[in-house]
């Protein structure tokens, strides 16, 4: 869910280490699910998406996880690296008959530790 | 993010002065997004708009801010009156007509800030 006010998770990864981030989303018609990176006073950067039909998606150091069950997405980066720091969000997008309108979750910060 | 230009990147503003943001879609990309992020938020939608046309606006405040995507020319989020409040990180993304999940592209920003 979005978090309102708050001040952003943090997870501290070791350089080298896999990374797993979690995200919860609220639709369950969401039609994809789309993972961004977001650095610092840069716009959000599109990573990997899955479509609601599949539950897991592989991409470069990259896979995304769905569970549609208890409405749950997850990234895995392996073997992160310390370019892999910045926030990332999860995003809901409804479909074309939507409008495509992303919703976007409360985002998760990495810090990669050299 | 290539492609998706917005100017200015930053503004400054005093209250109760217009802001107006803009946004060049990627070439052959019909359909503009704006949203907003506050710090240490994630983005919430305000508006979407294909050439001429608002589409959807449901994100957008009642008052003192409007949008637009002329047939020619950039698309414009404009905010009369600022207050505080609406300092913020205002981005755009575009898509073609017809897309899947992977199509819709985010501009670097624009950061309003409001003394």
């Known amino acids: 869910g979005e978090s309102v006010g708050l001040h952003l998770p943090t997870l501290s990864v070791q350089e080298g280490d896999n990374s797993i981030i979690n995200c919860a989303y609220s639709n369950s018609a969401s039609d994809y699910f789309i993972w961004y990176k977001q650095e610092s006073g840069k716009g959000p950067q599109f990573i990997i998406d899955?479509?609601?039909?599949?539950d897991k998606r592989q991409g470069q150091r990259v896979t995304v996880l769905l569970n549609k069950t208890v409405k749950h997405l997850s990234l895995q980066i392996a073997a992160t690296q310390p370019g892999d720091s910045a926030v990332y969000f999860c995003a809901e997008n409804p479909g074309q008959a939507a409008g495509n309108k992303l919703t976007f979750g409360g985002g998760t910060r990495v810090l990669v530790k050299p | 993010n290539a492609g998706v230009m917005q100017n200015p990147r930053h503004l400054v503003r005093r209250r109760g002065q217009e802001a107006r943001l803009r946004c060049s879609p990627m070439?052959?990309?019909?359909?503009v997004y704006w949203y907003r992020q506050l710090p240490e938020e994630g983005l919430k939608f305000m508006v979407y708009l294909q050439k001429e046309n608002i589409i959807d606006e449901s994100g957008m405040p009642k008052e003192r801010f409007s949008a637009e995507f002329p047939k020619e020319g950039p698309s414009i989020l404009r905010i009369q009156q600022v207050v505080r409040g609406d300092s913020a990180a205002y981005f755009c993304?575009?898509?073609?007509?017809?897309?899947?999940?992977?199509?819709?592209?985010f501009g670097e920003g624009s950061w309003l800030t409001v003394v």
């Open positions: 993304a575009s898509s073609p007509a017809k897309i899947s999940g992977n199509t819709i592209y």
């Open positions: 899955i479509r609601s039909n599949m």
């Open positions: 070439k052959g990309h019909s359909h």
